[in-house]
C-alpha cells in the first residue's frame, strides 16, 4: 500500500509541475497586443532623498551642496527583450526632460509591443543626428527644453545636464553658487552618451499589461563618478572642453532600475 501511495503521490507530483510549465508557457504566448510603459526617475543623491532648497548632502571632495536645480534629457529609448530583440521607440518621439523643479519625473513611451523586456538602452542628452536636423526639425522639444532652462541657444545647442546650486568647503566657508550645464556643443564637442540598464524582473506589455519600470537617479554621480569633479577649484561648469565630457560619462552611471511594476493597465 505504501508503495502505491508513493506512485500515486509522484505522478501527481509529476502533472502539477507540467501544469505549471503549461500555464508559465500560455502565459508568455499570451502576451499580444500594444500597450504602454511608464519610466519613473526617483532622484536622490547618495541614497538620500533629493530635495530641492532644503537639505544639504557632502560629497568626496568634503563639499557641502545645497541644491536648487537638477534637470537632465533622456532620449532614443530601445526596450530589449529576453530574446535579445530590440525595439526602438519612434526617434522623433523619444526626448524627454525630467525636472525635480517642476516635478517631471514621469515619461510614458506609448504603443510598445507585447514582451518581457529584461533591459532599456537610452541617451542621455541629444544626439547630434537629432540636432542637425535643424530648429524645425527638433518640433515641440525645443519649446520645452526653452521653458525648462534647458538651452543655451539654438546655435550652442542644449544642456543635457542642468545642475545648480551652493556649496561650501574647507576653503569656501561661505555659500557660493555652482553651475553644472553640460551638453555638446553644437557640432564642434559631442558630448551625448548611451547607456543600458538591466531589469531585476521582466517588464511584461501586452494589450491588458502595463509595466511601470523605476529608476533611481543619483546626483551625487556628477561630482563623485568616475571622475571627480571639484566645485572648489572649478565652480561653474559650461562651455569646457575637458571637465564637459568628463561630467558626460560620470551623468551616464547615475541610473540604475530600482524595481519593475508589472499590473493591468496601470493598476499596480
Known sequence: MKTIKTFKYLVLGLALSITSCSSDDDTTESLSGTNNLIIEFDNSVNGDDLLLNSSTYTNGNSETLSITRFNYIVSNFVL???????????KDESYFIVSEEINLNEIELKNIPAGEYVALRFGVGVDQEKYLQGAEGQGDFLQLAETTNMMWSWQAGYKFLNFEGTFTSSTIT????????????????????????????????????????????????????????????KSVVMVDEVKSPQIAVNAATMFRVDHVHNGENHDH
Open 80 to 90: 530589449i527583450d529576453a530574446a535579445g530583440n530590440e525595439f526602438t521607440y519612434p
Open 174 to 233: 561661505e555659500a557660493k553658487d555652482f553651475k553644472i550645464h553640460m551638453g555638446s556643443h553644437g557640432s564642434s564637442l559631442d558630448n551625448y552618451r548611451e547607456l543600458t540598464v538591466s531589469l531585476p524582473t521582466k517588464a511584461l506589455v501586452s494589450s491588458n499589461l502595463s509595466p511601470i519600470v523605476h529608476l533611481e537617479v543619483d546626483a551625487n554621480q556628477i561630482l563623485d563618478g568616475q571622475n571627480k569633479i571639484s566645485l572648489s577649484e
